[in-house]
């Protein structure tokens, strides 16, 4: 059984920094797609980044690009989000979430192709 749990959120001021973990579990594949997405209340769900881990392949939304980092550990079963120069626009509930075997496609984005989702950590940025 697939299981994904995110931790590493926490409050921080404008401008700090944070690194969410994914730890997952039951994953059998080397090569997936691993993604990060988030939600802020009343705000419908944004891919934030996405990693393929089968050659490190990333994409990023515009909103986080040059700030946010995704990247995974030596045996693919970690991936990590670093998060710096965090605006208080950032404030979300972020998940982690899988699709297996898969590179990750054009439209990763919107969340449907992936399969397996975490139950998220809250980040919250101040100003």
């Known amino acids: 059984q697939v299981r994904l749990h995110e931790s590493g959120g926490g409050s921080v001021q404008a401008g700090g920094s944070l690194r969410l973990s994914c730890a997952a579990s039951g994953i059998t594949y080397s090569s997936n797609c691993m993604g990060w997405f988030r939600q802020a209340p009343g705000k419908e769900r944004e891919g934030v980044a996405t990693?393929?881990?089968?050659?490190?392949?990333?994409y990023y939304a515009d909103s986080v690009k040059g700030r946010f980092t995704v990247s995974q550990d030596n045996t693919g079963n970690t991936v990590y989000l670093l998060m710096n120069s965090l605006k208080p626009e950032d404030t979300a509930m972020y998940y982690c979430a899988a699709d297996l075997f898969t590179t990750c496609g054009s439209f990763w984005y919107t969340g449907r192709t992936y399969k397996y989702w975490g139950q998220g950590t809250q980040v919250t940025v101040s100003s």
């Open positions: 990693i393929y881990t089968g050659d490190n392949s990333t």
